[in-house]
């Protein structure tokens, strides 16, 4: 495991047990990771160095020529975190770098047809029966399930990495995702199919793992990692797509289906929407609304069926909310 060698490592732990205290910190998140960069760059650019400067700050935080704002934002959040976390305890004196505005996102999402998901989960359901180790076992019991439960609830790839056992109700198929976006705790009504998965997958894992701490269990007793998700879904989905996609996209699928049934039940898409919003764990409400854009003809279906109403009701998004 990676840990923080620089002068500043005491600090860092401090702040990393606090992040952790508060349910804000995971192992394997790239807030950790950003970190670690910065505690790197600090021990080699400062080596005699015993207290943090303006400087040190300046010289990591200011946007690279090769970076773009949101590149930038992402790489520098974590050190505005532990700066205000320092200064709040009266730590150090260093002001807060400035971070970039958030560009508005180009990024269209990949559209799945029927035959790719029917092509990608017969992957899944396809792996080797042979198989000669635990990880090997785990992994063809995981990996149909697991993303299963992506495509069918639109939770977040590393919500569902993150899942511990007591997290999901098989009595009553309700999910508590505790690790979200923004820490926004929220809890997700499992389809009865999905749900009879579950209780499937959770009886044959507990061979494996019987007293295992997370829902989908990896080696030590730990969730598997992002480069796992990435790793299976690419091997799994290049097999018999020509298509790229990716895991995440999973998420806009399951939130462009459901706006799309929405067009033949009457008007009503308020209530739905904050739902789908709820379901989801956005912030707001004006967070899901970025998935209109994503729906072909849908802002015109709206508008036609609420007249005058429409701007009141569906506003400009707001993409620096678009991706929570």
Same mark, same amino acid.
């Given at each position: 495991m990676n840990k923080f060698t620089s002068f500043l490592a005491p600090l860092m732990?401090?702040?990393?047990?606090?992040? !952790? %205290? #508060?349910?804000?910190?995971?192992?394997?998140?790239?807030?950790?990771?950003?970190?670690?960069?910065?505690?790197?760059?600090? !021990?080699?650019?400062?080596?005699?160095?015993?207290?943090?400067?303006?400087? /040190?700050?300046? +010289?990591? &935080?200011?946007?690279?020529?090769?970076?773009?704002?949101? %590149? &930038?934002?992402?790489?520098?959040?974590?050190?505005? %975190?532990?700066?205000?976390?320092?200064?709040?305890? +009266? !730590?150090?004196?260093?002001?807060?770098?400035?971070?970039?505005?958030?560009?508005? %996102?180009?990024?269209?999402?990949?559209?799945?047809?029927?035959?790719?998901?029917?092509?990608?989960?017969?992957? &899944?359901? #396809?792996?080797?029966?042979?198989?000669?180790?635990?990880?090997?076992?785990?992994? !063809?019991?995981?990996?149909?399930?697991?993303?299963?439960?992506?495509? #069918? #609830? +639109?939770?977040?790839?590393?919500?569902?990495? /993150?899942?511990?056992?007591?997290d999901i109700d098989l009595c009553h198929g309700i999910m508590n995702i505790r690790y979200s976006k923004g820490h926004v705790q929220h809890y997700v009504v499992l389809h009865d199919s999905m749900l009879e998965l579950l209780k499937i997958y959770d009886t044959a894992i507990q061979e494996q793992y019987p007293h295992r701490t997370y829902f989908f269990p990896a080696r030590g007793d730990t969730f598997h990692t992002r480069q796992w998700v990435y790793t299976n879904f690419r091997e799994l989905w290049d097999k018999y797509n020509s298509s790229h996609a990716t895991a995440y996209e999973l998420r806009h699928h399951y939130a462009i289906e459901n706006i799309n049934r929405w067009t033949d039940e009457g008007f009503g898409f308020g209530a739905k929407l904050f739902y789908l919003s709820k379901s989801m764990g956005h912030s707001t409400v004006e967070s899901t609304k970025y998935y209109y854009s994503l729906v072909p003809g849908m802002a015109d279906i709206l508008e036609e069926k609420t007249g005058r109403d429409f701007d009141s009701i569906l506003p400009e998004v707001d993409y620096e909310k678009s991706y929570e």
């Open positions: 732990q401090a702040y990393a047990f606090y992040q !952790k %205290s #508060s349910d804000r910190w995971s192992e394997d998140s790239s807030y950790k990771a950003n970190l670690i960069l910065f505690d790197r760059y600090c !021990k080699k650019q400062y080596p005699e160095a015993t207290l943090l400067s303006q400087e /040190m700050v300046d +010289g990591w &935080c200011n946007q690279r020529d090769t970076e773009s704002n949101n %590149s &930038c934002r992402s790489r520098i959040n974590v050190i505005v %975190s532990f700066i205000r976390y320092l200064r709040k305890r +009266g !730590k150090t004196d260093v002001f807060e770098p400035e971070i970039p505005r958030k560009e508005r %996102s180009t990024y269209i999402p990949h559209s799945f047809t029927d035959i790719e998901l029917e092509n990608f989960f017969y992957a &899944c359901d #396809s792996l080797p029966s042979v198989s000669h180790t635990p990880d090997q076992r785990s992994r !063809k019991i995981t990996i149909p399930v697991f993303f299963r439960l992506l495509y #069918s #609830s +639109g939770i977040r790839t590393y919500e569902a990495r /993150m899942l511990r056992v007591e």
